[in-house]
């Protein structure tokens, strides 16, 4: 049981947490100045130390270094005593294990950082059997140019060892860079160690730098953290050198693990700045879900494709407004774009969908024009339409279109004569859809909220809260797109109101926020259910770790869930993954919006 480490903010795999000592520190951190060692067993034998919340005490232990044989390990292995002051144990990726500290340094750090393969798996070994709610620890390999990526890929605490080492050895540290002292005419740093002039400068100097660097870099990337930016920082900052962009690229690849730890959505915008970008959780979870769960059910349009543009939602767009006079609901409008893919109107707020900004230059990448085609492809072998109605311009858009108009078994037409907003195109799409039906603003607005059922629940979720096309059992209410959803039955709601109100559409994140009538709406159909399994009490505000008995695996932070226990029924968003819930025992598991006694 984790009691002096908590997690207070994940992004992705990486978090900022606190270690209650008397002096609170937040991580990621350099542990050093509150670390206690109680010493090696290798040397002889050690007293439990009494502890106490000054400090993070190192239980005695024995180091095993990389590639050291099981049997050894083994035959070596350590009781680690319970103890009830601020602790951490020693382990090795291996065979790390849950011993009831609140920290874990991994012994053979030294073996597998500067290696990117080596390094990803030794990581997501280690957290795959440690705790959720401890911190984890790698020793002897931090510097200024490497931390970001450490705690990108999970890691808490960190020492200045090394560091400090290389300074004595001449290596004088920056973020993204190490320099032999003596090729430096001046200091390219403004700290107290290095306010001296150049000649002046000593190695014990540089060790100082060194370790001042370091603290500054864990201070950016912590504030990273907060903001829910830190890979957009780290994908500049891994390039700086060779393992580190590998051993980005090599997580990037370990879809799920990122995926599990990576938030459903958030306050930061994506910043399309790299290739890279089409890597990333939320694009990749994106285009999955849209390919795999979303469901067209404008069935009497053609699709029509039109580009994306700068302004979010697109809708209120001048292009899109255009685009919009010249459809006339005669078209389900879909909008291309990378690095999303593609963007049904209904899910044009859902997260990231608003929440991104690419670089514009009119050049798509090989990589761009690969991704986006395949996930048209998908999306048109998933979804029925009569025609394909293309109003995409040359560059990039066109060569997309005709890849998949190859591959797919629905006509093309294109529109666009030279740009998409000119009146000659804009006539060409109207004419294009001459004689089409036109579907209701009713028709919209529930496909709208089916559509966001279906992306955060689950294939066929829509249909089975809200009724089918044709047979709708919800009324909506509210101006697009602070949409309300209510039960289409007078008798169940307050004099005045169209029924019981089910769900909200949240419209900063493009989300549903269920009430305690949709809740069980869902618990009791064939959704799939999201649902946090509780100890027998009535939670007021939050849901605390300790409290859940279970959760279900598939929950992500953000997601809507149900929460039930012997005495309440409730409905709220997740604050922690469902195997973070499970296994933590601190921290707030869920945020409750609504509660019943049972």
């Known amino acids: 049981m984790t009691d002096y480490f908590e997690v ?3 992004d992705g795999a990486a978090r900022l947490g606190e270690v209650r000592l008397a002096d609170p520190v937040t991580t ?7 670390l206690d060692d109680a010493g090696s067993l290798w040397a002889g034998d050690r007293e439990v130390p009494d502890g106490d919340e000054d400090a993070l005490t190192v239980l005695p232990h024995r180091s095993f270094p990389a590639g050291t044989r099981d049997e050894v390990r083994e035959s070596f292995a350590v009781e680690h005593p319970d103890a009830d002051f601020p602790s951490a144990a020693v382990v090795d990726s291996r065979s790390a294990r849950d011993l009831g500290a609140d920290a874990y340094l991994l012994s053979d750090a030294q073996g597998f950082v500067g290696h990117g393969e080596a390094f990803r798996d030794a990581v997501v070994r280690a957290k795959e059997t440690l705790p959720p709610d401890a911190a984890l620890g790698l020793s002897g390999v931090a510097t200024p140019r490497n931390v970001a990526v450490l705690a990108y890929a999970g890691v808490d605490l960190v020492d200045a060892t090394l560091a400090r080492t290389k300074g004595t050895q001449g290596m004088y540290l920056t973020a993204d860079a190490e320099h032999f002292l003596e090729d430096l005419d001046e200091l390219p740093c403004a700290c107290p160690a290095c306010a001296k002039p150049r000649d ?4 014990a100097d540089c060790a100082d730098h060194n370790v001042n660097a370091l603290r500054a870099e864990l201070r950016r990337v912590r504030e990273r953290i907060r903001s829910g930016r830190l890979r957009d920082y780290v994908e500049g900052q891994a ?14 690849d370990q879809w799920g693990y990122l995926e599990e730890r990576t938030p459903l959505m958030r306050d930061a915008e994506v910043t399309a700045a790299s ?5 990333r959780v939320e694009i990749r979870r994106f285009a999955d879900r849209v390919t795999s769960r979303y469901r067209n059910r404008f069935s009497d349009q053609p699709l029509v494709l039109v580009p994306c543009s700068a302004t979010k939602p697109y809708s209120d767009s001048q292009s899109h407004r255009q685009f919009h006079d010249a459809i006339k609901w005669r078209g389900h409008t879909v909008s291309m774009t990378s690095p999303i893919g593609v963007v049904p109107q209904e899910l044009e707020t859902t997260y990231p969908a608003q929440h991104y900004d690419s670089v514009v230059t009119g ?44 591959a797919v078994d629905v006509p093309f037409e294109y529109t666009c004569v030279d740009h998409p907003t000119t009146d000659e195109s ?17 028709e919209r607005e529930h496909n709208t909220v089916r559509a966001l059922a279906d992306y955060l629940l689950g294939d066929g979720a829509g249909d089975d809260l809200f009724g089918g096309p044709g047979e709708s059992d919800v009324r909506t209410t509210g101006r697009y797109p602070k949409l309300q959803v209510w039960g289409d039955d007078p008798d169940a709601g307050r004099e005045g109101e169209p029924g019981e109100q089910l769900a909200t559409m949240v419209p900063q994140y493009g989300t549903l926020s269920f009430t305690l009538a949709g809740a069980r709406r869902w618990v009791e159909g064939d959704a799939p259910t999201k649902r946090v399994e509780i100890d027998s009490f009535v939670p ?8 859940v008995v279970d959760a279900a695996d598939e929950i992500r932070v953000g997601d809507e869930v149900v929460i039930e226990g012997p005495k309440a029924f409730a409905v709220g968003r997740a604050a922690m993954s469902g195997p973070e819930m499970a296994g933590a025992t601190r921290g707030v598991a869920v945020e409750v919006r609504h509660a019943d006694e049972k």
């Open 426 to 442: 804009l006539g060409e799409l109207n004419a294009a859809l001459q004689g089409e039906p036109a579907y209701s603003k009713r």
């Open 8 to 10: 207070h903010e994940r």
């Open 28 to 34: 990621p951190a350099l542990a050093d100045p509150f």
């Open 363 to 406: 050049d798509w990448s090989e990589d761009e024009i690969e991704f986006v085609a395949e996930v048209l492809r998908r999306y048109l072998e998933r979804n029925d339409y009569s025609r394909v109605v293309a109003h995409v311009p040359e560059d990039g858009y066109r060569e997309i279109c005709e890849r998949v108009e190859g």
């Open 275 to 279: 290739a890279e970008t089409l890597d």
């Open 540 to 547: 007021h505000g939050s849901v605390l770790a300790p409290g």
């Open 200 to 203: 002046e400068f000593t190695r």
């Open 239 to 252: 390039r700086h050198e060779g393992w580190l962009t590998a051993a980005f690229r090599e997580f990037d």
